[in-house]
């Protein structure tokens, strides 16, 4: 969540400072040209004043000629800075340096024929650090209220592009150093609203995995997710205390009902005595009590299993599985069917004794409906993080519609009804796995029957 957060803000951040930034920046240029020209106006003045007196031909020059002239020698050596002074039919009267003269056409021209018209160039169009231009500025010179000549500046714009990029580059460095700020900001942010959420997820998942002591602590975070947890926390009390009802219900009816039951069966044992020998519905009814039996000893082995805690420990899988292997071969061959494992040496963490169960279980299953002369294959293997113990058979599979229910309670295919069991074994097979860390998993075997996949961590528990 962190990571689709994050770069929404950070985008929302930086659209904020580029709108402040830009028209900042935009301004900072305008200031420098601004400046600029404000000085060229005050210096175009001067001249122009120092022009107004100066006789227009074919009068001689005199001393005020001169002293234009000069004028515009030392400010051009001084700035840098072209100037001239033209009379309305663009001829000179003074300009510096000596070999520039009133162009016919270009920026230079359009100001001279603006000045002519008696508006000074105030608001020369922008410029910016990338380009490479000179600004013009041009006032007129008026003499008894007639435009007689104007004054013309053509300046080079490198040491104020020089000042506008300088200044952006400032802007630049504080809206980075603004930008990093926020980032650590956001950072920080979304840490302390999302760290509950995490360790939310974090316990939801492992309660939904079976261990249902984990709590979420609610020491940090915004008040509301703080409730959050606390509610969350109730809730998983409350389901805590009505699954251990539900087991201590089913742990306690099985117990109880099994005396009765017991002596139920003992009754109807000396009731066949007295009836003639193979009498069909004593026969049934003694099936159906034995049926009922087990069917109680699985739902005791099923509360027992989902309330047991896993005793975990470094195991060699490869020689539990062959040990597995070895006790039920004499069952697999009274049937007919072959048992063969393969079971290298492999280590992981488990319950020895809740996987011998899961095993016991798994194996009885295969065995129970392969066809004489078919072979169940016990397979141990390490996967990664991962120790695997395949059970496959070559008996008659399951649909896709069968494999979605098995190792459901009480459920069984309705091609197997005829088949001893209670439809237990796999739900208690996978309690003692969920219980130890583990997981178990069915697939098709082609090109026909079942394969059992369990699977035990490799890696030790975490603190």
Known sequence: MRTRLLPLLIVLMAAVLLALGVPLAVSVAAAQQQKVVVDRIDDTAFFAALAQFVSAPPEPPGRRLQALSRELDSYHDVYGI??????????????A???????????????????????RSDDPEQVWPWQVAR???ASPVIRDGDVVA????????????????????????????????????????????LRPVRVLDATAHEIATGRLKSRVAVASGPPELRRLARSFNEMVDNVEVVLEQQRAFVADASHQLRNPLAALLLRIELLALELPEGNEEIASVQAEGKRLARVLDDLLDLALAEHAE????????????????????????????????????????????????????????????????????????????????????????????????????????GRHQNVRGSGLGL??????????????????HAPHGLKVTLRVPRNGPTA
């Open 310 to 413: 896993a005793d975990l420990r470094l195991t060699d899988i490869g020689a539990l599985g062959a040990e597995r292997v070895a006790a039920w071969a004499p069952t697999a061959g009274a049937k007919g069917v072959r048992l063969v494992g393969d079971c290298p040496p492999t280590t992981a963490w488990a319950d020895p004794v809740t996987l011998s169960s899961a095993l016991d279980a798994v194996i009885d299953n295969a065995v129970k409906f392969t066809p004489e002369g078919e072979e169940v294959r016990v397979t141990v293997a390490a996967n990664g993080a991962l120790a695997t113990v395949v059970v496959a058979d070559r008996g008659p599979g399951l649909t896709d519609e069968e494999l979605t229910r098995v190792g459901d309670r009480f459920w069984r295919s």
């Open 427 to 444: 739900s208690i097979t996978r309690a003692l796995l969920t219980a130890a860390g583990g997981s178990i998993a069915y697939e098709r």
């Open 97 to 119: 340096p000596a070999t520039w003269l009133l162009p016919s056409t270009g920026e230079v021209r359009e100001a001279f024929d603006e000045a002519l018209l008696s508006r």
């Open 135 to 137: 600004l013009v500025v």
């Open 150 to 193: 104007v004054v013309v500046t053509d300046s080079p714009t490198g040491q104020m592009r020089a000042r506008t990029l300088y200044g952006w580059l400032v802007i630049a460095a504080g809206e980075t150093a603004a930008m990093l700020l926020a980032v650590g900001a956001a950072l920080r942010l979304t840490g302390w609203v």
């Open 82 to 95: 072209r100037v001239g002074v033209f009379y309305a039919d663009g001829t000179s009267m003074a300009h």
